[in-house]
Every structure is written in structure tokens, then in C-alpha cells.
């Protein structure tokens, strides 16, 4: 470790490591030095154009901008001389020559660092008089507003688009006094390669960049400022809600906060309109003569407790199920399981977990015996390499997308294996442009080429895993020339790929759904596995394998006993002494049978064995395979109950409907992809009489003769440590000083970031020999094109929220299916024309989008958008361990419409 160096500033000794700037050492020790165009948060590199942050350094002959200069040992620094203070006069006065003097009207007032910085150097009018720009604010396109006239040139949004966002859509543009930031000469922002993150207006320091939306809607003292986590994909960002006689009005990110570092993406900035929107649900509804109509709280809760105990004691516990939801918080999701246990009596409790990682949960458990992502999101800086496959990471997982790109600027080499042309393959050494299906084939061959050619940690092998023989037995064929038959990649890229991986020190395994939606998702898994131990990429600092949840709290919802099959911290239920722990803590006999998962409880419904469901948070007429065997389901029903925010394509079918508080409505906790617990918490009150999830779920339990009383989310939170391990030492009191990683097992644990560092959950991980097996469902000729499935940017799984923003809906107001242009000019479509899409299960109709982002002879299909639901079309076909559905494989015929 190089040796630190002592400096001091303004009579103070500081001591900082080499490197640092003077600017840095200053701030690192609370002594503030005014600067405008650096934002060390921000972590970028500094530019020295505002000069406001000159410092006097005694020896030099000059003064030095102490944002660059770097700190030396013995160097003596002083920042509040009096020619330091007048220049610094000087300078504001010249910034406020050629700013326009509203702040009385402006936006950004009372929270502006210019107007800070004239505040604390008194310069109450420039002594300087500049040529006046003209406010001209451009609204180029719905979410951000750029107001040349309050733009000082600092430079900070363009550095936070290239080097933190990755993305170079703005950069000065002009000459002189001309000079602007905006996107290319002659191109509007929409047309460029913006993503509308916004992450440049949280970078502006006078607020020439602004959220249109926000326009009118408050002073900033005038609002409450909330701490809380996005309610979109697993990253978990941090967010800080604005606030205003009880609504919403805009979100930052204060840089520094959280995973995302002060970062966030379209949807976690300008995705929030729903809270406030006029479809919310407000009253309890009960169908009466075949129409929804209002009611009171007891009397839908009275109602809905008579029909369970009237189903419990007709047909059996088992007759009724549950969907708990990856939308609600942890606590949510232990009361719901807790009620269905306790309460109803049956394991017959699953979520959209099922559809999404049900592979990683079983895989993982499998080999190494946690089934959750084994490193921290910031692992990425520590990378030698990565391997991204099956994830769409700059669409699905922005902020992740945007660490990778990063990375790859410093060099890290980087593999992707997906068969789209995405925003990364840009970015990789190497594309891997595997057919649909064919994972198992790829990761197979990859493994071979590193047996071969003796890449392998022997080591590692041989005192951390077991069942190694049989692995290299298993891929003994996967010659690379064999997987590149079947997967279409050529086989020089199969070992180009394979050396990369093996050879780096630190390699990372990043994957999403890509993987996991198959019916060979398990063994997708497994193979991942088998790949991360053979070159013991496993427990340290930049390696992993990495699977990156697609809701907010999916995998708390999983840790919380959301599941069939286990209680809460994954505890068997059919394990005697486990379940008897519950038992003693509940005060009640629990079934010990696992119960339906989502995909399975469609079937018994329909054979009349399941009479009752209740749906929390959860959208099965959208999410779900085959939307008309769902549609038959729900119709079969002899009782459905659903828990939401909207009306939606679900609640549709409801008997009884009752209204929740979204998540900016209530305290809870949300767990991220990389086991992370963060505090939600709540910032307005809901609308109407909707109530907090597990409010409802408390009084119905009452209803029905069990007593759950909870004083807070905390008091559950409490139990919640009390009966499961991996989170035993998590408490509010911890957690809003900052957040833990599971397992956390004692109130003293500081959390664990890196899972299986000295061994494994299960003592030795373990090799599985799998085999290629092609999808269930492939294109013949009288459905020629494969379908796959899948998420957007600037949308979010059923659509449900985001098609209630305003911004976002307005980026992407309808969705398109993806068609290679042989493909289209074989069909005689154009760009924009619909088609009509048909598989064995249904058809659609949908705009052509025509792009070369697909193979020929395959296609890609949203699925947020109702109008077009792409379930309509898949296959119900499952992974016949985790099942979970194939998404990502069907066979479709497209025709001009």
C-alpha cells in the first residue's frame, strides 16, 4: 500500500491517501472550498473551467485550481485569503452577468449551488454588464427541459453522460459565446442516442436542466424530501421522493446514495405518475349481479373471511391459494405467507419468482447451496472480465449496464452471449450469437476449450468442490466445433471466449432471464456453475455468479417464504424440526406438504380442485403463459380476491377487490438482486381508503379467528429476525443507519457481500453434468419464426405502472414486434406496418419493428403492453424441476395484416 500523504489546509494537519486532490482533502475534512464545475461525488474527472475552487498554495508562484491539483506532503494550502475571497467575487459576478436574474420565479431557487455560492460571497448584482441571452427553454421531448439562459458551461452534466451514464448523447456544441450543450449538430435529443436517464439534471448545478413535469409544482423548501428505494427492477437505487401537499413531484438521487451511486435510469426518475393517477383504487369493490361495486371495508373483509372458512371447511385448506407479490415489501410478503400457513392452512403460497428465477433459486441451491447472487453490484470495479449472458443489462438493469460499460472503458474485456444484437454487444470482445435454447451447448463447449487447453483451478477444484470427474466426462464431446452446430456461434469465438474467461484473475458471471426462462433452466444454472468453480471464479472480489433479479423485491419476497416449498429464509416445510419452529412461534399446526406453484395452480383449477385465489400485487392475465388457459382459470374460480393499486387485466375477474397503498404509501424493506435490505419508507398517505398490504391482510386474519397483531412494519421485521437466520441481525435501527447484506445473522454481523468466500453454503460445491437439450417448441413450417420475449427500457413488466407515466408512455406509447429485414421483405412489410402474429395458443396484432437487433427467421416481442400481450402467445411449457415457463421459445407465424 503506497504510503499516505499529510498535508495542511487552513492550519489543519489532514492526511489522505496519494492521488487525492486538494479539492478532496479539503472536502474529506469538512472545510468547504466554493466549485462549481466539479462534483466530487460524482466521481469525475476534474476540468478546472469554474476556477471558483483556486486555492493559494505556499511555495507557488500562482494560484492553483484545487479541484486538479493534487495533494503533496507538506504542502500548505490556504483557501479564505482576502485575494482568494475577490476573486471569487469576481467570478460570480461574471457567471451572473449573463444569467438571468429570476430567481424569484426560477425553479431551481433555494436549491442552486450559483445562488448558494453568491449568497456566501454577498454579490448581490453582478459589476459586470453582459450581452443578455434570452430565456429560450427547449422542451425536446416530454421529460427534460434545457434553459440555455441558466447555463454557466460547467461541464458536469457532459461528464456524467460520457463517463459516469457511458452513453456521449451531449457535449458542447458551438463557439464562443455561442457555445451550448445539447446532442449532435441538426439532431433533437429524441433522435439521438440519449436513454433519458436525467442523471445530467441532477448534475446541473443552477438548474438549466430541469424535469418538465415538475414545473410549477413547488419551491424547494416547500417540499418534503423521503428517502426511499425505487419500486422498478432488482438493482434497488435509492431515490428521494419530493413531495407537496400529499403528492409526488419529482425524484433525484443525491450522487452517492446506495448501489446506484447517485445514478438512476428513465424509469427510476421519470416513472412515477402512477402514484398520483386517477385510475388508483380507492374503495373496496364486491361483484353484485355481475358488476363491481363499492363497498365498505367490512363488508368486503367480512365477506371475503366467510368464503374462505365456508371453501376451508367444504374443500379443504388446499382449495384455496395464494399469489404474494415481488411489488410489496418483505413484511408484506411474510404476512401473506404467514396468513396462508397459518391461517388458511396450506403451502398453496408462490409468486412471480416462478416466472422469472425459479431456475437460479433450484440451480444455485443445487451447486453451491445458496440460491442468490454471490457477489455485490460494486464487485464489477474489481472484474479482470465478465461474461454477460442471457441479460439484456442495459435495458433490464440500467444502472448495472451502465458499471459494465465502465468497465470495459478500462479496459476489462468483456463476453456476451445473447441472441439479439444489444447495447453491449457493442461494448464486448466477443459476441456470442447463440440460437435461442442452446445455453447448455455453449457453456458446455466453453468449458471443454478450458479442460483443454488446462485453464482449469486445480487448486480450487480440488479443495472446494466435489464431482469434478464427472463434469469433464459430460463435456468430453462439446468439442467446439459441436456446439457451434448447434449453436450457431462459430467455433473460434468459442475459444476466444473460453481463454478470456479462464484466464482473467477475477472473472464475473452476469445472467438474467435470458437463462432462466427455458425449460432447461436449471440446467442453464448449473451449467453457469459448473463454469464459475472449474476456474474458481467463486468468493472473491470481482468473480461470481451473478443472477440479476427482475423486480424490485423479488428476491426478498423469495428470502420471506413466498414459495410452496419452504418458509421463511428458505426452510423446508417438510422438514419436521424447521417447521416446528414456526409452529411454536405462530401458536398453530402447519401443513407440511409443498404446495401449487403459479404455473401448476392454473391446472387444478381447472380440474375444480383449487376453488379460491387470492392475488396480491400480481398481474397473472399479463405475466403468465398462455393468457387463454389463465382467462379459463379465473373464470373456473369459485372466489377471486385481488389486492392492488389498478383495476387490472386481473382484477378484472375479481368477486371481491380491495385497495392497496403503493410503495412511496407505507415503511417496509425491499431486498435488492445482490441481498441487499434497504428501508423503504413512506412519503404521502395513500389515496382514499386504500390501506398497507399487510394492514388488510392483519384484519382478515382476525376476521377469520387468528389474532396478528403488529403494532409497525418494524414489529414484523422483528419476527421476521426472530424465525430466520439469514436475516436475524437486521432491524430498522441498523438498517437506517445503512444497509445489510444477507445472511446477517446477529445484530453485531456487519452483513456479507461476497456469499461462499472460505466454502460453500453446502460445504462443497458441487459439479452437475448437463446435457444440451433443444426447446419444446420450435419454428416448422407452419409456424416458421421462434418468438422470444422479453423487457424494454423504458417499460416494466405488465405495464401496469409505467403505462400510467406520462413520460414514459410517451418515449414508448405502443409496443412492435422485431423482424430481420429478410424477413420483412420476404412478408412485404415495412417498418410501422401490423402484422398479425399467430402461435398454436393465439394471436396478436402489432406494428413491425424492422431491425437487424434479430437473427433472420426470429423475432422479439415486449411484453408490457396489454393491447398486444405477447402471453397470449407462449407456451406453458415448464423446466421440469423449478417450473418455470419458457418464455423465451415459441414458434409463431407472422402474416401482413
Not at 489532514?14 to 475534512?29: F, N, R
Not at 466530487?40 to 511555495?59: I, N
Not at 390501506?691 to 376476521?703: G, K, N, T, V, Y
Request: proline share 6%; charged share 20%.
Amino acid at each position: 500500500m503506497a504510503e499516505q500523504i499529510t498535508l495542511k489546509i487552513d492550519e489543519v494537519d489532514i492526511t489522505v491517501p496519494p492521488g487525492t486532490s486538494i479539492l478532496d482533502a479539503a472536502l474529506g475534512a469538512g472545510i468547504e472550498i466554493p466549485h462549481l464545475c466539479h462534483d466530487p461525488e460524482w466521481c469525475l474527472p476534474p476540468t478546472g473551467s469554474c476556477r471558483l475552487c483556486l486555492v493559494e498554495v505556499e511555495g507557488s508562484e500562482a494560484l492553483v485550481p484545487s479541484c486538479c491539483h493534487p495533494a503533496a506532503t507538506g504542502m500548505v494550502v490556504h483557501t479564505e485569503t482576502e485575494e482568494l475571497v475577490e476573486i471569487r467575487r469576481m467570478l460570480i459576478g461574471l457567471f451572473l452577468s449573463v444569467h438571468p436574474a429570476d430567481c424569484l420565479t426560477c425553479e431551481q431557487a433555494g436549491d442552486c449551488t450559483l445562488q448558494d455560492h453568491a449568497y456566501q460571497l454577498g454579490v448581490k448584482r453582478p459589476d459586470y454588464v453582459g450581452e443578455p441571452i434570452l430565456p429560450e427553454p427547449l422542451y425536446d421531448g416530454s421529460p427534460i427541459v434545457y434553459d440555455y439562459s441558466k447555463c454557466i458551461l460547467c461541464g458536469r452534466c457532459v461528464e456524467v453522460c460520457h463517463n459516469v451514464n457511458v452513453t456521449g448523447a451531449i457535449d458542447f456544441m458551438g463557439r464562443g459565446f455561442y457555445t451550448r450543450v445539447g446532442p449532435p449538430a441538426g439532431a433533437s435529443r429524441l433522435e439521438s442516442v440519449c436513454t433519458e436517464c436525467g442523471n445530467c439534471i441532477d448534475a446541473c448545478p443552477t438548474g438549466a436542466l430541469s424535469f418538465a413535469g415538475a414545473q410549477g409544482g413547488g419551491r424547494a423548501w416547500e417540499m418534503d424530501r423521503i428517502v426511499t428505494v425505487c419500486p422498478y427492477c432488482g438493482v434497488g437505487c435509492r431515490i428521494v421522493l419530493h413531495t407537496r401537499d400529499n403528492r409526488l413531484v419529482k425524484v433525484t438521487a443525491g450522487p452517492g446514495r446506495g448501489v446506484c451511486h447517485g445514478q438512476l435510469c428513465v424509469k427510476g426518475r421519470f416513472g412515477f405518475d402512477f402514484i398520483n393517477h386517477q385510475d388508483r383504487l380507492t374503495q373496496p369493490l364486491i361483484r353484485r349481479n355481475g358488476e363491481l361495486t363499492p363497498a365498505t371495508w367490512d363488508e368486503a373483509l367480512d365477506f371475503v373471511a366467510a368464503r374462505f372458512t365456508e371453501i376451508k371447511q367444504t374443500a379443504g385448506p388446499d382449495a384455496i391459494a395464494a399469489m404474494a407479490s415481488a411489488k410489496c415489501t418483505n413484511e408484506e410478503n411474510y404476512v401473506m405467507q404467514k396468513f396462508m400457513r397459518a391461517v388458511i392452512g396450506t403451502n398453496n403460497v408462490d409468486h412471480c419468482a416462478r416466472l422469472c428465477h425459479a431456475s437460479t433459486v433450484v440451480g444455485l441451491t443445487r451447486a453451491f447451496g445458496s440460491g442468490a447472487m454471490t457477489n455485490a453490484v460494486g464487485d464489477l470495479d474489481a472484474a479482470d472480465a465478465i461474461f454477460v449472458i442471457g441479460s439484456n443489462t442495459t435495458e433490464c438493469h440500467p444502472v448495472i449496464g451502465t458499471a459494465i460499460k465502465r468497465a470495459t472503458q478500462r479496459g476489462v474485456p468483456l463476453i456476451v452471449a445473447d441472441p439479439r444484437a444489444i447495447e453491449l454487444t457493442d461494448y464486448a470482445a466477443v459476441h456470442l450469437r447463440q440460437k435461442h435454447g442452446t445455453d447448455v451447448a455453449l457453456i458446455n463447449g466453453l468449458i471443454h476449450v478450458i479442460l483443454e487447453e488446462g485453464l482449469e483451478d486445480n487448486d480450487f477444484i480440488a479443495q472446494r468442490t466435489e464431482g469434478f470427474e464427472d463434469l469433464r466426462a459430460a463435456v468430453g464431446p462439446y468439442t467446439p466445433e459441436m456446439p457451434a452446430k448447434i449453436t450457431g456461434v462459430p467455433a473460434e469465438d468459442i475459444i476466444r471466449a473460453a481463454r478470456i474467461y479462464a484466464e482473467a484473475l477475477a472473472a464475473s458471471i452476469i445472467y438474467a432471464m435470458g437463462i432462466t426462462q427455458h425449460t432447461s433452466g436449471t440446467d442453464n444454472v448449473l451449467a453457469l456453475a459448473n463454469l464459475a468453480m472449474l476456474t474458481g471464479n467463486i468468493g472473491r472480489p470481482g468473480t461470481g455468479v451473478n443472477p440479476l433479479r427482475g423486480q424490485n423485491n423479488v428476491q426478498g419476497a423469495c428470502d420471506l417464504g413466498a414459495l410452496p416449498n419452504v418458509l421463511p429464509g428458505y426452510q423446508k416445510v417438510d422438514d419436521d424440526e424447521l417447521r416446528a419452529k414456526f409452529e411454536a412461534a405462530w401458536g398453530i399446526s402447519l401443513p407440511a406438504e409443498p404446495g401449487l406453484t403459479i404455473v401448476e395452480l392454473h391446472n387444478v383449477a381447472l380440474e375444480g380442485k383449487l376453488k379460491a385465489l387470492y392475488v396480491m400485487g400480481e398481474n397473472p392475465m399479463l405475466s403468465c403463459p398462455d393468457q387463454r388457459h389463465v382467462e379459463e382459470t379465473l373464470r373456473a374460480l369459485d372466489l377471486l380476491v385481488v389486492q392492488d393499486i389498478f383495476l387490472t387485466e386481473t382484477a378484472q375477474f375479481a368477486d371481491v377487490i380491495l385497495p392497496a397503498a403503493g410503495f412511496a404509501e407505507k415503511h417496509g424493506t425491499f431486498t435488492n438482486t445482490e441481498r441487499r435490505v434497504q428501508r423503504v419508507r413512506k412519503a404521502i398517505e395513500p389515496p382514499g381508503e386504500a390501506r398497507e398490504d399487510w394492514h388488510i391482510l392483519c384484519d382478515l386474519a382476525s376476521r377469520m379467528g387468528y389474532e396478528m397483531t403488529y403494532s409497525s412494519a418494524a414489529d414484523i421485521q422483528d419476527e421476521i429476525a426472530s424465525l430466520t437466520p439469514i436475516y436475524g441481525g437486521i432491524t430498522y435501527d441498523r438498517l437506517d443507519e445503512g444497509s445489510l447484506q444477507w445472511p446477517c445473522p446477529d445484530s453485531e454481523h456487519p452483513g456479507t457481500p461476497i456469499l461462499h468466500t472460505d466454502k460453500f453454503s453446502r460445504g462443497l460445491g458441487k459439479f452437475h453434468p448437463v446435457e444440451f437439450a433443444p426447446a419444446k417448441e420450435l419454428p416448422d413450417d407452419e409456424y416458421p419464426f421462434l418468438l422470444s420475449t422479453g423487457r424494454m427500457l423504458q417499460h416494466f413488466h405488465t405495464g401496469t405502472m409505467t403505462r400510467r407515466s406520462q413520460v414514459l408512455d410517451d418515449l414508448v406509447p405502443r409496443g412492435a414486434i422485431e423482424i430481420h429485414p429478410e424477413d420483412a421483405a420476404r412478408l412485404g412489410v415495412a417498418d410501422g406496418e401490423p402484422v398479425t402474429v399467430t402461435s398454436r395458443r393465439g394471436e396478436i396484432q402489432i406494428a413491425a419493428q424492422v431491425t437487424d437487433r434479430v437473427a433472420p427467421g426470429e423475432t422479439f416481442l415486449p411484453f408490457h403492453f396489454h393491447e398486444a400481450p405477447a402471453n397470449r402467445l407462449t407456451i406453458a411449457a415448464l423446466d421440469p424441476v423449478a417450473k418455470i415457463p419458457e418464455f423465451k421459445v415459441c414458434a409463431v407465424r407472422i402474416e401482413k395484416a
